[in-house]
């Protein structure tokens, strides 16, 4: 089965930065399907809604929340199958899981999720 496996989390202080790292494997047919399809990263914090926080389609076109916009940006490396999260100027709010996720027209899949917690 197609697996997502975030990395990169941690605690860091207002300001700092992190770097997520999301590998996604499987079956060649599942390689070939990652690289065909987008590739996002979502967030969840207590109590809250999951967010999408930016996404990247298989020809490099990013999306960003408005949040994320100017602070935090999304790459993919599809020769590895992995999808990266460079977070600046990080803030309080920015803390919750935060999730990898894959998206086409016939599937969905989420990774298990790695904790991002921003201290003041």
């Known amino acids: 089965q197609m697996q997502l496996a975030e990395s990169g989390g941690g605690l860091v202080q207002a300001g700092g930065s992190l770097r997520l790292s999301c590998v996604a494997s499987?079956?060649?047919?599942?390689?070939?399907?990652?690289?065909?399809?987008?590739l996002g990263w979502y967030r969840q914090a207590p109590g809250k809604q999951r967010e999408l926080v930016a996404d990247?389609?298989?020809?490099?076109?990013?999306n960003y929340s408005d949040s994320a916009k100017g602070r935090f940006t999304i790459s993919r490396d599809n020769a590895q199958n992995t999808v990266y999260l460079q977070m600046n100027s990080l803030k309080p709010d920015d803390t919750a899981v935060y999730y990898c996720?894959?998206?086409?027209?016939?599937?969905?899949?989420w990774g298990q999720g790695t904790q991002v917690t921003v201290s003041s």
């Open positions: 996720n894959l998206h086409g027209p016939s599937v969905t899949v």
């Open positions: 499987g079956s060649l047919l599942e390689e070939t399907l990652i690289r065909i399809n987008t």
């Open positions: 990247i389609t298989s020809d490099d076109s990013t």
